[in-house]
Structure formats: C-alpha cells, structure tokens
C-alpha cells in the first residue's frame, strides 16, 4: 500500500529536548558568595555547639536525676524515662542545628567565628533543606570523618553535608545584619 492511499499522516511526535542536568547544576552552582571556610574553622564552631548542646542535656538530666531520688519510682519507669531522655536528646540536637541554620544561617558557635550556613546562591536555608544538611552531617561523620575531608580539597570547601544540601560555609555577617556597600555596619539609629 502506498503512502497515499493510507490518508493523511499525523506529524511526527516532537521531539523533547531536556536541559543538560549537569550543566544546569553546574549554573546553579556556580553563583559566587564566598569567602568559604576552612576544617578548622567550622571544627572550632562545631566544638562550641556541642558543648552547648551537651551543657543543656546534662543539666536537664541532672535535674530529671535528682527528682528520681527524692522520689520512690519503679525501675520500669526509670527504665522508660532513660529511653525518652536518649530520643528528645537526638530531637534536641535536630532542632538546635535546623533551627538555627534555618533562621539566621549560624548556629551559636558560627557566630563566634564570624561564620554562616547559607544556600549555594546565597539565600537563607528552608528548613527542610537544613534538615537535609543535619543528615548529610550525620553521613559525613558515620564513616570516621571522610564525608569532612571533602572540605580540604574542593574549591568551595563543601563537605558531604554540603553537597547533600547544596548549601555553603561563608565567612560574614547573617543576612539580618545591614551592610553598607563599604562593608561597615550601619549604626543603630535610636
């Protein structure tokens, strides 16, 4: 049978062309925020953190552990308060990181070092972003640090959490700060 015979064609189906994922990421990335911090710099911050969330943890203990002695309580209980006391610890330390990172970019040791967490373009992190950035950290350190080591030889200095969350570590105020175009503060007006 002769393509004539069979009636009209339909046209060709198109023919979709997709954007090379690569060379998108590549554009996305390649926004400049920098200056970008160091290991020791962020492992400094980190200690900081820790210290914090660990003062806070034992001194809820340490009360919740004093009650237990005044009072007479099963050791079922005692038991049942230990495994909640580990749960809201890991909750703790979530929602100290998250919320911190999703707020103002720093968490408390951050801002000691004059140092914050922000999106790869520069933007405040969402919180589900900086939830994505805690288990990339959780990931980074599971294998005796290697995910960190990435920090010492990329050229934005992103650890594994990093590139998880497509976020970076920059040197600079948080973005509630005004910044004259000098880089100066401005003064506080009264």
């Not at 400049?32 to 953190?49: C, E, M, N």
């Not at 570590?169 to 948080?174: F, T, Y």
Request: proline residues 7%; charged residues 20%; hydrophobic residues 50%.
């Amino acid at each position: 049978m002769s393509l004539a015979a069979r009636g009209p064609q339909s046209p060709a189906p198109a023919t979709v062309v997709l954007p090379d994922v690569e060379s998108r990421a590549r554009e996305i990335d390649a926004a400049p925020v920098g200056p970008y911090v160091g290991l020791v710099t962020r492992a400094l911050a980190f200690a900081i953190d820790a210290a914090l969330i660990n003062g806070v943890a034992i001194l809820t203990t340490a009360v919740v552990m004093l009650t237990f002695s005044v009072l007479s309580i099963p050791h079922e209980v005692r038991t049942l308060a230990a495994a909640v006391g580990g749960v809201l610890y890991v909750a703790w330390t979530i929602g100290y990181f998250v919320t911190f990172w999703a707020t103002t970019g720093q968490t408390p040791g951050n801002r000691v070092f004059g140092i914050r967490v922000c999106a790869v373009r520069g933007e405040r992190l969402k919180p589900r972003r900086a939830l994505l950035r805690f288990a990339g950290l959780t990931l980074a350190a599971i294998p005796l640090g290697a995910g960190f080591l990435l920090i010492l030889v990329d050229d934005r200095r992103r650890g594994l959490q990093d590139r998880i969350a497509r976020t970076v570590v920059v040197e600079g105020p948080d973005e509630a700060t005004p910044v004259r175009r000098h880089g100066r503060p401005r003064p506080e007006r009264l």
